[in-house]
């Protein structure tokens, strides 16, 4: 898990082609059908997808134990890097921010994609109606890919469509199973004292007020937000920049992080560790971790909970017809959606202009997706190579 939080790049997208590989072909802790359908299920879900997928992994290893010690050692790289950068973001150069070292990860990543797409093709896509789901979730990802219910509505929409027909799983009685509430009513009771405290502490101008205004602020981030950092950056932009009471930094300081975040391995969601220190860094350095610490904390909590409690009940209900029939379509959807998300992130890079830069993006691109497919080829080694080349050329 250390090895795949230090080179997953690309985000929740990307993130998946390395997990087929790391853990469904090397490790074989789930199958690659058992992978996609998590995969799915983390899409229905707010939060952080990549994260609620990985705490998973974990928790089908080894249980609840496990679970929380594989979503530490995955959040722990990147929060750590964002939280660093809080400190020294007014010493550094904007444009060193930037650096051409970087400059090949993001087609790496599409490579990742591309490879998990297919894999996900290959094992999703076996008929008409599959095939028809396949097209119509890859048009309308592709169309709003940036509108937050994209997701969790196209995969409740293909689910809904595969139980037009029950010939091919046929409804069994299964008897139910006690579902157990606590993480549940802990997520609720989490929320309500939250927002409870922000407000008072606001009232009553308590001396250390703005760290419980940032963990409402964050933990409400992760508890509503669809579609991963992309929608978290104009949410803490609202809050954090435009907003006179809460105006904790410039947009030009969110939006650097914002984009730092992108080149760096493991979660988008631990912008929250920046965004946090950024929002304390005038009370000290004491409240400036503090403030890191709360950005990350309250951002994961709520899907750490929600993934938990939903998780054991989800696989209860699967063994209910109408779910198992859902799963053919979802599946088929989640390839629709990796598909689409390959030609949307390839229009932000430069790749069929008649220059060294766009040949060479293809070719990390075409190269990736061949290694992965076709060899036993180690990916922290291809993150290396591409790092190298960004160096060089």
């Known amino acids: 898990m250390f090895l795949y939080a230090i080179t997953a790049f690309g985000g929740p997208q990307g993130h998946l082609g390395l997990m087929i590989k790391m853990f469904v072909n090397k ?18 879900l707010p939060g952080a997808s990549s994260t609620q997928t990985i705490s998973i992994l974990g928790y089908k290893r080894g249980g609840l134990p496990l679970a929380i010690l ?13 939280s660093g950068l809080s400190f020294v973001v ?49 048009a309308a990802t592709y169309l709003f890919f940036k509108t937050p219910w994209t997701f969790p509505l196209i995969i409740i929409l293909a689910g809904v469509a595969t139980n037009f027909s ?57 508890s509503l937000v669809f579609g991963g950092g992309q929608v978290l950056v104009p949410m803490m932009y609202e809050q954090f920049v435009v907003r006179e009471k809460t105006q904790y930094m ?3 300081e969110l939006l650097t ?4 975040v992108q080149g760096i391995p493991g979660p988008n969601f631990s912008l929250a560790a920046y965004a946090g220190g950024m929002a304390l860094r005038k009370e000290g350095h004491r409240m400036q971790v503090l403030g890191c610490l709360v950005g990350t904390v309250a951002i994961f909590l709520p899907s750490a909970l929600l993934v938990f409690f939903f998780y054991p009940l989800w696989e209860n209900l699967k063994k209910y017809a109408v779910i198992y029939r859902s799963l053919e379509g979802i ?8 598909a689409a998300s390959v030609l949307y992130l390839g229009k932000d890079i430069s790749l069929f202009h008649f220059d060294a830069i766009s040949q060479t993006n293809l070719l990390v691109i075409c190269s990736t997706f ?7 080829f180690y990916p922290p080694l291809i993150v290396a190579v591409c790092l190298l080349l960004g160096w060089f050329l």
Request: aromatic share 14%; charged share 20%.
């Open 331 to 338: 599946n088929a959807a989640v390839a629709g959606l990796m």
């Open 166 to 222: 029950d010939r091919r799983i046929p409804q069994k009685d299964t008897p139910r199973r006690p579902i157990r509430w606590t993480n549940i009513w802990l997520f609720v009771a989490v929320f309500v004292l939250a927002g409870f405290l922000s407000e008072t502490a606001r009232k009553q101008n308590w001396e250390n007020r703005r760290a419980y205004n940032l963990f409402e602020n964050f933990y409400r981030f992760g």
């Open 27 to 44: 490790r074989r802790i789930v199958s690659e059908k058992e992978l996609m359908e998590i995969v799915a299920f983390c899409q229905l």
């Open 250 to 252: 410039k947009g030009e």
């Open 370 to 376: 061949l290694l992965l497919n076709f060899t036993r």
């Open 257 to 260: 992080g914002a984009g730092f």
């Open 90 to 138: 007014h010493y550094i150069d904007r444009r060193a921010l930037h650096t051409d070292l970087f400059k090949f990860l993001y087609p790496m990543a599409i490579g990742f994609l591309l490879y998990a797409a297919w894999r996900a093709m290959r094992v999703s896509v076996h008929n008409t109606i599959t095939r028809v789901i396949l097209v119509v979730s890859f």
């Open 70 to 82: 594989t979503l530490i050692i995955w959040v722990l790289p990147a929060s750590l890097i964002m």
